[in-house]
Structures are given as structure tokens and as C-alpha cells.
């Protein structure tokens, strides 16, 4: 009884013992094969640097407008308001001053257009713009802008670019008894101080600013690239948001510098200073208070 417990123990201590060596031959086996597979000691490239792929703004697509009657538009107006990307809350929109990665500002992403996606961009023209007549090339728009060349690559002068001026239509909506806004077209202005050369050679900057337009793109057909093209988001790494939602959901600092007029003329062009920045709450405080009389009874 005794010799047949000890030759069953001896056994079991056999299959035990032969078990063990499989798993960790096994184990030496897979810690081998990651080992050869390992991008840092193969060389081969690591195809995600981030923690996830970020594909929502690539893959994203601009929210249709509603679609608007005639028959339903029972009052309009035309609005022209100045966006300074100098100011904080649309800093977004200027920076980075040079692409970086995938990250571009909002001229850069102008340019980009036109090059890569074939879009357009038209002359300054406030009686008739979007028309085939006043296209402009890309290598018009650069010359009104100024470039650099480094080391042979020219290099546009995007970081002078300050300003945007937006051309909106205001309308109330009778289907929807809705106060609507349509953004129509974006120019993007150079704000730059001229240089000049006097008598004796030398090169002197000029005090005073000058602003130049320096084309107008229409907005609508530029909303495709928008949407796919995201801008910083100061708060939350996660959650990007495109320059599509930027302009459809308002999220910049603005102040209106023309309404439509009998004169057809921009609130610069009789008021300086501040009075320009007084009349503009004015015709703001106007569009607010038209929708609100709507509902006096």
C-alpha cells in the first residue's frame, strides 16, 4: 500500500514538474516573439502618436441651412461686422502663425483652399461680388499680400492678416417666426504699416496703419473644408471644435461697421474714434429690439 501511494505521488510530481517547464518555455517563447516585434527595436514606424486616432472634424460635414422662401423673408438687412484676431476670444482664428501639423489658422486654411480643393476667391467689389468677373488666382491674392522667400520657398505673409470682415444677412423668418442670420462672404485684411525709402536709401516704416482687403471668398462653398479642420480649444484637448462651428454657433468678438444705407456708406467713413464703436451698439441694439417689438401686444 505504501510503495503504490509513493509511486502515485512520484508521478503527479512528474506531470507537475513537466507542466511547468512547458508554460515558462511558452512564456520565453511569446516574450521573444513581442520583443522581435517591437517598432523602437525593428525601426518601423509607429503609425498613432496619440492615445486614440482623432477622426470626428476630419470625417465631420457642415450642418445643412434650412432652406428659406422668398414668400417667408418679411424683413432683411445687410450687415457688415469687423472681427480683430487680436483680441482674445478670437485668437483662435490667428493662431499658429505658421502651420503646425494639422493645425492651421484661418487665412492658412483660405489658402489651402484655393490650392488644394480648387475654391475661390473674388475681388473687393461692394456692388457685385461673387461673380465670375472679379475671380481672383492664388498668386494674385499673395501679391496683395506680401511673402518672404526663405531659402527658396516663398512664405506668405499670413501673420499680417488681423482682421476679417464679414458680410451677414439679417432676416425674420414668418414660417418659423425666427430671427435668422446667413453668414454671405469673409475677406480677410492686411493691417501693416507701409515701409517707404527716402532721398539718402534708407528704409522707414510709417506710423500710420494701413488696411488693405485683400479678397472675399463666399462662405457657403467654403463650409465643407471648414467643418474638417479643427481649431484650439483653450479648456479641453478632447474636444476640438471646427471653424465651421466657430462662425455657425457665433463664438467670436465682433462690431458692426456698415449697415445697408441709402448712401451705401460704412460708419468710418463719417464717424472716427469711439463715436464708430457707439454707432455700431446702436444698429446692434436696432436688430435686437426689431425681433422683441415683434412680440408687443
Known amino acids: 500500500m505504501k510503495k503504490t501511494l509513493l509511486t502515485l505521488a512520484t508521478l503527479l510530481f512528474a506531470i507537475t514538474l513537466g507542466f511547468n517547464a512547458h508554460a515558462q518555455n511558452a512564456g520565453v517563447t511569446q516574450t521573444t516573439q513581442l520583443a522581435s516585434n517591437n517598432p523602437q527595436i525593428t525601426g518601423d514606424s509607429i503609425a498613432i502618436f496619440n492615445v486614440y486616432d482623432r477622426i470626428h472634424i476630419r470625417n465631420k460635414k457642415p450642418i445643412p441651412y434650412v432652406p428659406i422662401r422668398e414668400a417667408d423673408v418679411m424683413w432683411s438687412k445687410d450687415v457688415w461686422r469687423t472681427i480683430d484676431l487680436r483680441e482674445k476670444m478670437n485668437q483662435p482664428l490667428y493662431f499658429p502663425e505658421k502651420p503646425t501639423g494639422q493645425r492651421m489658422n484661418f487665412f492658412s486654411l483660405i489658402l489651402h483652399g484655393m490650392t488644394e480643393n480648387n475654391l475661390h476667391a473674388y475681388q473687393d467689389d461692394p456692388n457685385n461680388m461673387f461673380t465670375t468677373e472679379l475671380l481672383m488666382t492664388y498668386d494674385e491674392v499673395i501679391e496683395k499680400l506680401g511673402a518672404d522667400t526663405v531659402f527658396g520657398q516663398v512664405i506668405p505673409r499670413s501673420h499680417q492678416v488681423k482682421q476679417l470682415l464679414v458680410k451677414e444677412k439679417w432676416f425674420f423668418d414668418k414660417q418659423h417666426s425666427t430671427m435668422r442670420v446667413r453668414i454671405q462672404g469673409v475677406a480677410p485684411i492686411r493691417v501693416f504699416n ?104
Not at 219 to 242: G, H, K, M, V, W
Not at 244 to 273: M, P, W
Request: include cysteine.
Open 194 to 297: 507701409e515701409t517707404v525709402t527716402d532721398a539718402s536709401g534708407n528704409t522707414i516704416t510709417l506710423p500710420e496703419v494701413s488696411r488693405v482687403i485683400l479678397c472675399w471668398i463666399y462662405f457657403p462653398e467654403y463650409r465643407d473644408l471648414f467643418a474638417q479642420y479643427e481649431i484650439y480649444n483653450p479648456r479641453n484637448d478632447s474636444q476640438p471644435t471646427s471653424f465651421d462651428d466657430l462662425f455657425i454657433q457665433r463664438r467670436f468678438s465682433s462690431f458692426i461697421s456698415k449697415e445697408s444705407n441709402v448712401f451705401n456708406r460704412a460708419l468710418a467713413d463719417y464717424l472716427t474714434g469711439d463715436d464708430i464703436l457707439h454707432e455700431s451698439e446702436k444698429v446692434k441694439m436696432k436688430l435686437f429690439e426689431f425681433e422683441h417689438d415683434l412680440w408687443e401686444y
